[in-house]
């Protein structure tokens, strides 16, 4: 016949690891949910992280394509001098746009004389006198890479 004090302690033994378990689990299930959640904000921040250094990238090389003051001598600002600009240098409306950091529109107007430009805009329309084709082309592809293009999205019909 078994020892009742050998059952006693095996029966003890088993239900103590049984709540082990229970309570085990419950932190197991906890430890992996964080893990997940941790492992997604390390994503998020990797993501953050990286469109923050393209837009310090941006923000860098518009500053340095413009001066933030104007020159010391008067400057008049001549619609028909802003589009020779434009075609001196090969560039669109939009790619002008881009350089001065302003809307597609802004320019239009400008050219059309319907407005004139502001005068941290007209220092940037100075800056850009200076430079050439090949140079113009430069700050226009280290602009372009880091703006992401629009996605199309089409409606479902539900």
Known sequence: ??????LLKDEISRL????????VASVKKASAAYRRDIAALKRQLAALQKKSASVE??????????????PDRPVR????GLRSLRSRLGLSAA????????SEQ??????????????????????????????AQERLDAI???????????????
């Open 1 to 6: 016949m078994p020892n009742i004090g050998a």
């Open 16 to 23: 103590c690891r049984r709540e082990i378990r229970k309570t």
């Open 77 to 80: 600002f001549v619609a028909k």
């Open 57 to 70: 990238k941006r923000v860098n090389v518009a500053s340095d394509s413009r001066p933030r003051t104007l």
């Open 106 to 135: 802004s320019v239009y107007n400008w050219e059309t004389k319907k407005a004139t430009p502001r005068k941290e805009q007209l220092a940037a329309i100075i800056a850009l006198r200076g430079i050439g084709k090949r140079e």
């Open 95 to 102: 790619q002008m746009a881009l350089l001065l950091g302003v």
């Open 144 to 158: 372009k890479p880091s703006r992401s293009p629009r996605a199309k999205t089409k409606r479902s019909k539900t």
